[in-house]
């Protein structure tokens, strides 16, 4: 299976398992699908949750859950018929993630606090000496959060090379345009100031993504910054860039139309014979 095929997977389960559910939160999980294959179809080390030396992975912007589980699903980490009680009486896999679960590390849900988590986990490693990475993926409306950035400075300041941040920058959050509610551009430039080496990227170029994600230079100390460009509900086209589906499920109809669009843009990444 290619990175990008694990992406339009991730998207189907993503629909699949919010319609069963009734559950919403859709849009800003499908804005990190292909962030998530292209960590999971090859930049994560071990596949293993019992691997002491596996690399971390923080999911900051835990309302995202349902795309997590869906990666883990789609690349064999979870089980499918685990998937299907997504929310659930007595569920292991609920709205946010929590760390009961197996190729969960950390729980999350509060927004603004899974960068201290990954510092935090950064430097253990260090301590540890061990070369493992920790990976930290964000929402650009978390950098509204005032522990962001204490964070970063903690970063930056213990030189956490092995400290990876990706800001999934769709532009939205719950009740706005990320440019109306609190502008946070240049975004680069402040990350850059805080002591970050900071890369732009194409939020959906999963081969240029992996490319990036392993571009690290030894002899470069900073924390990583890479400022992931989406669009919100990215691959249902009547979800993109609509805030309503920051919380919205789908409805009979939605969900046939959402499937429909998901399994065109399947086909058209098989080649033509």
């Known amino acids: 299976m290619t990175e990008q095929t694990l992406a339009g997977l991730i998207r189907r389960l993503i629909i699949d398992e919010s319609m069963r559910a009734h559950v919403g939160h859709i849009g ?24 002491p030396e596996r690399d971390r992975l923080v999911l900051s912007k835990g309302h995202a859950a ?15 018929a685990l998937l299907s009680t997504y929310c659930g009486e007595g569920s292991q896999l609920g709205a946010h993630p929590e760390h009961v679960l197996p190729g969960v590390d950390f729980s999350t849900g509060s927004l603004g606090q899974g960068l201290s988590i990954g510092a935090g986990s950064a430097l253990a490693a260090r301590m540890q000496g061990s070369d493992r990475q920790v990976y930290v993926l ?24 092995n400290l990876v941040a990706i800001i999934d920058v769709n532009g939205q959050q719950a009740f706005g345009y990320t440019r109306d509610v609190l502008e ?17 990227v194409d939020g ?55 499937c429909a669009e998901l399994a065109a843009a399947d086909r058209a990444l098989v080649p033509a014979r």
């Open 138 to 161: 964000m929402s650009d409306a978390e950098c509204n959060e005032g522990s962001v950035w204490e964070a970063a400075m903690f970063a930056a300041h213990h030189r956490l090379g």
């Open 204 to 258: 959906h170029d999963v081969e240029g993504l992996q490319q990036s994600l392993v571009a690290a230079d030894a002899r470069d100390p900073r924390p990583r910054l890479l400022a992931a460009r989406t669009t919100f509900g990215k691959g249902v086209s009547f979800m993109e860039n609509e805030i309503a589906w920051h919380y919205w499920p789908l409805d009979a109809l939605q969900y046939e139309r959402a």
């Open 28 to 51: 800003s999980a499908l804005s990190i699908a292909d962030i998530l294959a292209a960590l999971y179809g090859g930049v994560l080390r071990s596949a293993s949750s019992h691997d």
């Open 184 to 200: 946070p551009t240049p975004l680069a430039e402040r990350w850059a100031a805080f002591g970050w080496n900071v890369s732009e």
């Open 66 to 80: 349902l795309a997590l589980y869906a990666a883990l699903a789609a690349s064999s980490r979870l089980d499918r």
